[in-house]
């Protein structure tokens, strides 16, 4: 039990992964790696994006966007986690649990608005190639990204003002390895029934509605590439979006599992799983799924790099 304040929880304790040992050291090791690749590959799919005139285009600035939004999503909760496996202290105040809470929330929100932005944008450079210049302009693109960006943060903000009027009067432990609307809702001693059925609400909005929109763009897109008359235009055509899609199936079915079905099916196990794919796995593919593949991002990214050791050599000791 965390010790009480005012007859609140003071503190909650996450479970993690509570395995043997030699168990937690492969773990550790692991989440390690993947963190500092995912921090690396991003920072550099960022950079390169900004740094390139080539690449300053809607396409590349939503995929900026994605990247930018994988660092900070992964900030938020494999640090916790890797300090939990060094030094076994699994305690969260709660009101880190709820800033944590609310930054994740608002980033899976985001997230998926962002994912159907990024479809829609496919949809137009594929089956309108002629006008997609004057269909998505810079304008149009920086709109839809800061609406991503708003929508997630306001549907965060709107969870979070029935989740923390709920009452946490014990036990404390979250088992979980990080600080998630299910089970802080399991943990409540007060009436959750408002709470969980505004998360449930607006988990649909924010995850269906994108995802119609998702299904919807590639419904056209692949009517479009069946009528391409060359078999290597098909093939073309289909790889730009084999990527994309493949993200949007990873990341969509996680999170509808997860968050869009009856608190009765939940498991908690399966869930910490399921939750390791769309907050560690997808923010580590992403980079290689949607940039590392894609020629004019290796080219900048090779000019720049090539460029700025050619400068460093250039210069006067």
Known sequence: MGNLSGGHIAEFVLVGFPTSPHLQLLL????????????????????????????????YFFLAHLSFLELWYINVTVPRLLGAFLTQDRRVSYVGCMTQLYFFIALACTECVLLAIMAYDRYLAIC?????????????????????????????????????????????????????????????????????????????VMILLPLLAVVSSYAAIIAAIVRIPTAQGRRKAFSTCASHLAVVVIYYS??????????????????????????????????????????????????LVLGRCRYSRDVPD
Not at 32 to 55: F, R
Not at 259 to 283: C, Q
């Open 128 to 204: 309108e190639p002629l006008r997609y210049p004057s269909l998505m302009p810079s304008s149009l693109a920086i709109r839809l990204a800061a609406s991503s960006w708003g929508s997630g943060f306001f549907s965060s903000m709107m969870k979070l003002l029935f989740i923390s009027r709920l009452s946490y009067c014990g036990p404390n432990i979250i088992n979980h390895f990080f600080c998630d609307i299910s089970p802080l809702l399991n943990l409540t001693c007060s009436d959750k029934e408002q709470a969980e059925l505004v998360d449930f609400l607006l988990a649909l």
């Open 28 to 59: 550790f090791v692991l989440f390690l790696a993947i963190y500092l690749l995912t921090l690396l590959e991003n920072t550099l799919i960022v950079s390169t994006i900004w740094l390139a005139p080539t690449l300053h285009r809607p396409m």
């Open 254 to 303: 996680s999170t509808l599992f997860t968050y869009a079905r009856p608190r009765a099916m939940y498991t908690f196990n399966h869930n910490k799983i399921i939750s390791v794919l769309y907050t560690v796995i997808v923010p580590f593919l992403n980079p290689a799924i949607y940039c590392l593949r894609n020629k004019e991002v290796k080219d900048a990214l090779r000019k």
